[in-house]
């Protein structure tokens, strides 16, 4: 499997995101085992496997929360191992969070400025107040594709859960990412929120590659071209999403989970 | 209401409630009016007016570092300290200017607290203390040893100032400090209040409430704590050398622990993260001390210190959202406060 | 010089008990309590009340410094320590500054301000020649009795049921909970023994160290910077911290007498930049 890609990866355009058998050791434990993974420009890619599977310590490697203990991480080509997560972001990379990470004492507005802000370039000017009217427009444009409109005065503490997850997928999305990494976004959304959140994800720009972490199958297959799947820190497969799905192996892994679960 | 009306709703209700953020409150205009009646009605109290000004300009410096950088230090007076001795060392060595003087300490006091800043960023909270508390020790003890040039334990005399702006010579009643002091204090305050409404002030503020997310949206979350402890610091030298510069006089205390611990207990008084803080809490504490001098002289320490525990017992914080509260439902019209509700809610069936 | 290296162990053997009962706070109540030299006073105080207004032996003085530091910790600790556990450390800092104004200013009322001089009993008092090294008895005095205490605390920690239990308590008081273990004794319990320490530490130290009323603010920072650099999770870390810092500062203070009180202040900075964490302190 990584000749095969390495091969691929000498002879191709770069990635959008790439790594390069990249490691994570906690202790003894191998969190992440030799992944060399690739996610294609334009992607709607899905990463899938069982609980503990160590994805969400693969997002925090990829967006820099975590060091590697080895291996490489490159966003459209460029070695990205060494940087830190702002930089990272910078760099065209971010990611949402597996449990709201939101600013609870800011308004919508206020978050949204803030990240459009930063993304400007303008996030060290001591100087200038918060406005304009670039910014204001493209605030009010994330707004409304993420449908916060209505909220956007309301303290974030406050807002239902459906809506913080909807702003925690916004302000990623307001740093203008080449490579947005969804983790588990419909984690914890009650039912009736659920389809705006669906929606508001299938609308995405093709612009953004988008890698999905996620436990949903329904949305995994409503939603992915291509799926990963990450079994006790190293990829067990990878390929289109049909082929994925009609993998022994994956039914396997999950089968005896729930046989044990 | 057709799409492109909704947009544009909806893109005037971000722009007016950003602007909405950093207007001027009507609060926040009779609180300097009452400050420039005080000056002008209250000539026999210039000395004490100029105290709390100074003080006040202490406490918002450490506003800026703790209320809005979330660092928690003990030792702010070593900025404090610096600026002071260095005012004063200045009017003795060929530059009297005041206002010169106010600009130098700035500078030379931020690029201590830059330099110090690596120190406090790294390691827990404890260090932190640890480094903010050593660095105020080592600065009082330098100030104690190089007797030759700060006359060590005896004090700096000697210190004079040139006339402000060349027009107004530091008299003995004070006046002429109290303008002065209230003035620089209101210029410094205007500029604070520009960053902290800026980008950069509402990055600290997102970095104070969650700065892992503030990382993940582009922020260099040490970066910027940096920054804000070099203004805080800068803040700070002013502060000391406003004081040497009205008082003609600066005396080894500059750097005690004392001064850091009082100027903490003036935040906890008025407030953090909101910059009146400070100057409302610097004018109670003055004052209080007033007060109970008057009453009881030598017990003054134990006073400081019993209000210091019943204020954290009494938790602070829900003392603040009540004296908030309150405020607010007063100040509903005049406004005083933080700028939550930016954006003010089309009522079903309001128009655009 | 070998005389400054035994004075420096003295010194820094005196700072371990002082402070070890800081760390162990810190360690287990994640609790920052800057009033710690507040304790220390009250020992000194004891033990020179008692001689003078008593005329009370010297070393009978020493155990009653313990107990009544031990006695006002567990007071204080039940009454309101507790309440703070949870708070944030600036709430802790504040509070603790304001509990040592309260007894700097109390015991300058009701005590006076002058330095106390201890008269130390005639046995303890003069100089030896023990291999051509001049030694002070007192010193040699208080290295055995600290030397004593230290290796005491490592035999409770690592031998009986209470340090076992005082152990997982540090590690993770939640788990310890649910383990069975009677979290709140043994907090007060260690909170009690370490203000002990700490008077006992005061009282030992009051011929070396001095004693008035603005003892603990003085020597606030001799405590923090031990447990800063020593780490909080074991007692030899402290130890170590201690004689390091003991032994530099009067090194500094005889050999650089201009810079002697820098010399502590350098070192600590200096641990500090190369490990954040203190020289001992585990990854947490």
Known sequence: MNTALQTRAATEAPAALETRALVKRFGGIVATDDVSFRLEPGARHALIGPNGAGKTTFVNLLTGVLAPSGGSILLAGEEVTRLRSDQRVRRGLARTFQINQLFAEMTPLEALALAVSERRGGGRAWWRRVGGEALTSEVAEIAERFRLADIMGERTGSLAYGKQRLLEIALAFAAQPRVLLLDEPAAGVPQAERQELVATIAALPREVSVLLIEHDMDLVFAYADRISVLVNGALLTEGPAEAVAKDARVRAVYLGEERHG | ?352 | ?284
């Open chain 3, 1 to 284: 010089m070998l005389t400054i290296l035994f004075d420096g162990i003295a010194y820094g053997m005196l700072l371990f008990v002082l402070a070890c009962g800081l760390a162990v706070t810190l360690g287990l109540m994640n609790f920052v309590n800057l009033a710690h030299g507040a304790f220390a006073m009250l020992g000194g105080y004891v033990t020179v009340l008692m001689m003078e207004k008593l005329g009370a032996p010297f070393l009978v003085t020493l155990p009653c410094a313990f107990l009544a530091a031990a006695a006002l910790g567990l007071v204080l600790e039940r009454a309101l320590y507790r309440h703070l556990y949870r708070r944030s450390h600036l709430d802790q800092v504040l509070f603790s500054i304001g509990i040592v104004f309260m007894a700097v200013s109390a015991t300058d009322y009701f005590l006076g301000s002058e330095q106390r001089i201890i008269k130390l009993p005639a046995y303890l008092q003069g100089r030896v020649e023990v291999l051509g090294v001049s030694i002070g008895i007192y010193r040699a005095f208080i290295i055995v009795i600290c030397g004593l205490i230290a290796v005491a605390l490592q035999l409770i920690l690592a031998r009986t049921r209470f340090g076992s239990r005082l152990r997982a308590a540090v590690d993770d008081p939640r788990v310890a909970q649910g383990l069975g273990i009677d979290v709140n004794t043994v907090f007060a319990v260690t909170f009690a023994a370490g203000c002990g320490l700490a008077g006992l530490g005061g009282a030992l130290g009051a011929e070396i160290l001095g004693l008035d009323p603005i003892f603990p603010l003085k020597f606030m920072i001799y405590f923090l910077i031990v447990v800063t650099v020593g780490g909080t999770s074991s007692i030899t870390g402290p130890f170590i911290a201690s004689l390091i810092l003991g032994i530099a500062d009067v090194a500094g203070k005889y050999y650089v007498p201009a810079f002697g009180a820098f010399v502590i202040y350098t070192v600590m900075i200096v641990i500090l930049i190369l490990r954040p964490q203190g020289l001992m302190a585990r990854a947490r």
């Open chain 2, 1 to 352: 209401m057709s799409r492109a009306d909704a947009n544009a709703n909806v893109a005037a209700n971000v722009a007016s409630g950003l602007a909405r953020r950093a207007r001027w409150r009507p609060g926040e205009i009779v609180f300097w009016v009452v400050v420039i009646l005080a000056l002008i009605a209250l000539p026999s109290r210039a000395l004490l007016i100029n105290e709390i000004a100074i003080l006040a300009l202490f406490a918002l410096s450490l506003d800026l570092v703790l209320g809005y950088a979330g660092i928690v230090s003990l030792g702010h007076a070593a900025f404090f300290g610096t600026g002071a001795y260095l005012a004063g060392l200045l009017t003795k060595n060929g530059i009297p200017d005041p206002l010169i003087g106010l600009a130098i300490c700035g500078v030379v006091a931020g690029a201590l607290g830059l330099a110090t800043s690596l120190l406090v960023l790294r390691g827990s909270d404890l260090t932190r203390l640890m480094v903010t508390l050593g660095v105020a020790l080592v600065l009082g003890e330098i100030a104690n040893q190089a007797t030759s040039i700060t006359g060590g334990a005896d004090g700096l005399q000697g210190v004079s100032p040139g006339a402000v702006l060349g027009l107004f010579a530091f008299d003995i009643f004070g006046r002429t400090a109290s303008l002065y002091s209230t003035a620089v204090l209101f210029a410094m305050f205007l500029i604070a209040r520009c960053i902290v409404n800026s980008p950069f002030g509402l990055s600290l503020r997102s970095i104070r409430d969650n700065p892992l997310r503030a990382a993940a949206i582009g922020i260099p979350v040490s970066g910027r704590l940096i920054a804000v402890y070099g203004i805080g610091a800068a803040y700070a030298g002013v502060a000391g050398a406003l004081l040497a510069q009205t008082t003609q006089f600066v005396s080894l205390d500059v750097f005690d622990f004392n001064r850091s611990a009082d100027v903490l207990l003036v935040l906890i008084i008025g407030g953090t993260g909101y910059l009146y803080g400070g100057l409302v809490g610097a004018a109670v504490f003055r004052v209080l001390q007033d007060l109970i001098a008057t009453l009881t002289p030598q017990h003054w320490l134990f006073w400081i210190g019993a209000l210091l525990v019943a204020l954290v017992l009494v938790r602070r914080d829900r003392l603040q959202r009540y004296a908030q509260a309150g405020a607010s439902i007063i100040a509903g019209r005049l406004g005083l406060g933080r700028g939550h509700g930016a954006l003010r809610r089309h009522a079903p069936g309001e128009g655009p």
